[in-house]
Structures are given as structure tokens and as C-alpha cells.
């Protein structure tokens, strides 16, 4: 089993900065695609920023310029850094990973999983 556990979430003003961590535990996992979603009440869940294992960045127009979604060097971490946030930021974040993880004997399988999400307040 692979799970993916979000830290850093929380409150902030208008104009300030957050960094949300998305650390995989679990079974070997070798991640492809990396991404961070986020859905506010009554929206539907939308892709904030991806990442892929060429290294290839990917953001929504609400986030381009403003977001940077980076990992670590050992590949387990995931981050999704937050500045010049706006209300409309307002929202639960999730991470999502696409990939592969060993299952023994030479052999993989794919597997899509999700963080458990996090809240990110932005208000005045």
C-alpha cells in the first residue's frame, strides 16, 4: 500500500505564502505524474499544478506565476509552494500521484493515489 499524507495547510492573509508537503510511505512507488488539486465548496475539484518525472511543470491560469510545485531529490515529497495568495485561493488542496510500485518478483502494477487533503483559509 502507498499513501500520500499532506502537511501545511492552514490560514493566511491575502498576499502572503504557504507550502504544502505531500510525503509517500508505503510499498516502493515510483511516481510519473505528480499533481496538486484543490476544490472550494460547491466547485469541482480542479488541477492546480503538475509535475512529471522529465520534470516538466504544468499550472492552471489561476495559479501560473504565482504557484511552484517542486520535489525533493529523493523523489518522495512532493511540494506545492503558495505565493501572493488571494481568497479565491480559498480551498482544500489535494495531491494526486500516478505511478508504479513494485509488487516482487520483477513485477509493478499502476497506481493512482491521493493525499487525505488539507485546508488552505486565505481571509482578511
Known amino acids: 500500500q502507498v499513501q500520500l499524507v499532506q502537511s501545511g495547510g492552514g490560514s493566511v492573509q491575502p498576499g502572503g505564502s504557504l507550502r504544502l508537503s505531500c510525503a509517500a510511505s508505503?510499498?516502493?512507488?515510483?511516481?510519473?505524474?505528480m499533481s496538486w488539486f484543490r476544490q472550494s465548496p460547491g466547485k469541482e475539484r480542479e488541477m492546480v499544478a503538475t509535475?512529471?518525472?522529465?520534470?516538466?511543470?504544468r499550472y492552471s491560469d489561476t495559479a501560473k506565476g504565482r504557484f511552484a510545485i517542486s520535489n525533493d531529490s529523493a523523489g518522495n515529497t512532493l511540494y506545492l509552494q503558495m505565493n501572493s495568495l488571494k481568497e479565491e485561493d480559498t480551498a482544500v488542496y489535494y495531491c494526486?500521484?500516478?505511478?508504479?510500485?513494485?509488487?516482487?518478483?520483477?513485477?509493478?502494477?499502476?497506481?493512482?493515489?491521493w493525499g487525505q487533503g488539507t485546508l488552505v483559509t486565505v481571509s482578511s
Open positions: 508505503g510499498s516502493t512507488f515510483t511516481a510519473n505524474i
Open positions: 494526486y500521484e500516478v505511478g508504479t510500485v513494485d509488487t516482487g518478483f520483477g513485477r509493478s502494477r499502476s497506481l493512482e493515489v
Open positions: 509535475l512529471n518525472s522529465a520534470g516538466s511543470t
